[in-house]
Every structure is written in C-alpha cells, then in structure tokens.
C-alpha cells in the first residue's frame, strides 16, 4: 500500500478490517442488478459491528490523545452511533455519556439494551432540536470538566472533518479490493444520516475510485440539504488531510425519495428490501437505514439510474440491533412475503 495522507493522522485501531467485498447474485437478480456486490461493513466488528466503528478509530485517538476519560456523543433511542461509541469506551477504559434525543421506551429494545450493558450514562431529551442537544452536551461537558474529568464530544453520527476520514480510507480498502476481483464498479450506494459516511466516499472516490459515482439515499435530511451538507464535511476532511481538492453538492447523487414519513418510521419498501436481502442472500438489514437504502437501489435500478450492465457496490453499513425493536413490523413482513411466494408456487403449478 503506498502511503497517503491518510496515513499521517492518527487512528487507533477498533474495527476487524478490511471487511469482506461479497458478490449478491441472488440478490441482485431480484432487483434487476446482476453483478451487484456488498460491502460489508456490518461486519466492522466492534458490538456488532457497523460503519461507526471506522469513524471512530479517528475520533477516539484524537480523544485519547487528549487524555479523555468520557465521550460524550447522541442519536436517537435506537442509535447505532450511540452504541457503538458506549462500546469504543469501554474498551478504552473511558465511560460513556449518551443524550438521546427521543422519549425512554416502555421496554428497552435493541441498541438500547447494549448501550445499557456497556455501562454507558443514558440521559433523554425528547424531541429536542439538534442545538438544544449540542448545547446539553457541551454543558454536561463543563460540569464533567469541572469534577476533574476530560470529556470528549462526538457529535451527531461522528460526522466530522476527522470522523469522515474513515471513510475515505474504507474507499482505499474498496479500491484494493475491486483490483484483485478485476472489478470497475460504477456506482457505489450507502444509507445517509448525518452524512460523514457519504463525504468520506466522496473524498476517497475522489482519491481511490475516480469513475466510480457516489450514490447517497437519504433516511433522515432532505436531499438538497445533505448533498450541501456532505460537500462541506468532505471539502474540510480534505484540508484536514493537506489534500487540495473541494467538493460542492454536484460530487454525489443524493436521493430522499426512499424516506418515506421520516426518520427511523419503517416504509413498505424498506421491509420489502429487508425481506429479499434476508432470503436471497441471508443479509441481515434494518429498517432504519440499509432498509430504506435498499429500497433506494432498487428503486434506481427500475429508473434506469443504475445500469444492469454495471458492477455496483452497496455498503452494508450495519443497523441490525435496531431490527428488534421492530420485532411486531418484521414478524407481519415475514408472513406476509412468504405467504407472497406461496401463491407465486401455486401460479407457477398451475401454468
Ligand atoms: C447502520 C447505519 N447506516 C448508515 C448510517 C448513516 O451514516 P451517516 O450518519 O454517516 O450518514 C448510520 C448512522 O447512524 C447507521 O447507523
């Protein structure tokens, strides 16, 4: 591997990498996509696994190289981020402060039950304003501070200039992969939240990939917003890196289509992507992101936006914890797409 920048900045190893690049046939013949391929970052490793583990690899050395001894960080109650920072401090020694900013549920569920048993201090902020926690966090901060503590704040998703530059490394890791499978893919495709994920592809297409397109489906902010929003977190990764390069909302197809009433609410579509990912290829997604994202590949596929001639990477950026706190809506998907192939079989016996 020849160095890069990306070398110079510190990075304290946490995730099990490179994570393996699969061929989905099956699944790809399902949504019109023949030489699709998963990326699978699910299998990051850290609890679970999931993207925030590359993410956090910068953020958490540039925390202990602070001397930090609580990471500060929020989401919401099934917040992927949330439990997998809870988990880099554990493993650090650090304790773990989470805000989530929904109500505390009846039954705790999912990534709630791990960051529970990670040790982490959960305190709710119901339907508070992404200020309103920014703010809360940066008090707990000072209160932490002032008993003697070094606190270190990761924002929303990690998704800073620094936390972004996982990302871009795991496009090198792509990059070395689609080499050795003498791959070109076309497009690469990921879930979209608080877009550190998309601006670290768009920097390190920009650098490792060139003709692949960066391709966002959006789960929570509207498109114009996050294709703005991803150009500045990868423009000031790029001058973090002493890269010269900027990015402005044109470096990436961003898509809200697939967002349905909103951010973490299951649509028909996304259970639908979830069901064939489970019995084409035995992935497991969510229905908060990768679900959602899904649905978006094969949405793009039907538009004709993604080619059946072209290779196509779908990052698998982890989620499934959340998928049990939405056992009811999963048990119903299941019955009802097995009941749907049931009938196909008749119909087929039949003919
Ligand atoms: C499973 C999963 N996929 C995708 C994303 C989106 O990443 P980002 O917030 O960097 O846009 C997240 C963010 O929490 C996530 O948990």
Redesign the pocket.
């Known amino acids: 591997m020849t160095m890069h920048p990306l070398d110079a900045i510190r990075r304290l190893p946490l995730a099990h990498l490179p994570t393996p690049l699969e061929p989905a046939p099956r699944l790809g013949a399902a949504l019109g996509l023949p030489q699709l391929w998963v990326k699978r970052d699910d299998c990051t490793g850290l609890a679970m696994g999931?993207?925030?583990a590359r993410k956090l690899e910068y953020l958490v050395a540039d925390a202990v190289a602070q001397g930090a001894t609580v990471l500060i960080t929020t989401?919401g109650v099934q917040?992927?981020?949330a439990r997998m920072t809870a988990a880099a401090a554990c493993r650090l020694g650090m304790r773990a402060l989470l805000f989530l900013s929904d109500d505390p549920p009846p039954e705790p569920q999912g990534n709630l039950v791990l960051d529970r048993l990670f040790g982490a201090e959960v305190r709710f902020l119901p339907d508070a304003r992404l200020s309103e926690v920014d703010t809360a966090m940066a008090e707990a901060a000072r209160d932490l501070a002032a008993l003697g503590e070094i606190p270190y704040i990761i924002p929303v998703?990690g998704?800073t200039s620094r936390g972004c530059l996982g990302y871009a490394r795991a496009v090198r890791e792509l990059a070395e992969q689609v080499d050795g499978a003498q791959i070109q893919p076309a497009a690469m495709v990921?879930?979209?939240?608080?877009?550190?994920?998309?601006a670290g592809l768009m920097l390190g297409g920009r650098c490792f990939l060139p003709h692949c397109q960066v391709v966002g489906i959006s789960v929570s902010p509207p498109a114009a917003r996050a294709r703005t929003q991803a150009a500045r977190i990868a423009t000031d990764a790029a001058s973090l890196l002493g890269v010269a390069e900027s990015f402005g909302p044109e470096d990436c197809l961003l898509f809200d289509d697939w967002l349905g009433p909103g951010y973490g609410i299951p649509t028909p579509a996304s259970l639908a992507a979830i069901a064939a990912a489970a019995r084409t290829e035995g992935l497991i997604l969510?229905p908060v992101?990768?679900g959602k994202a899904l649905a978006g590949v094969r949405g793009l596929a039907e538009r004709g936006v993604l080619s059946p001639d072209a290779s196509v990477v779908f990052w698998h950026?982890?989620?499934a914890p959340a998928l049990f706190a939405f056992a009811d809506l999963m048990r119903e998907e299941a019955m009802r797409t097995t009941e749907d192939a049931r009938q196909a079989q008749t119909r087929k016996c039949k003919t």
């Open positions: 999931g993207n925030k989401g917040s992927n981020h998703g998704s990921a879930a979209v939240g608080s877009c550190g994920t998309l969510d992101y990768t950026t982890g989620g």
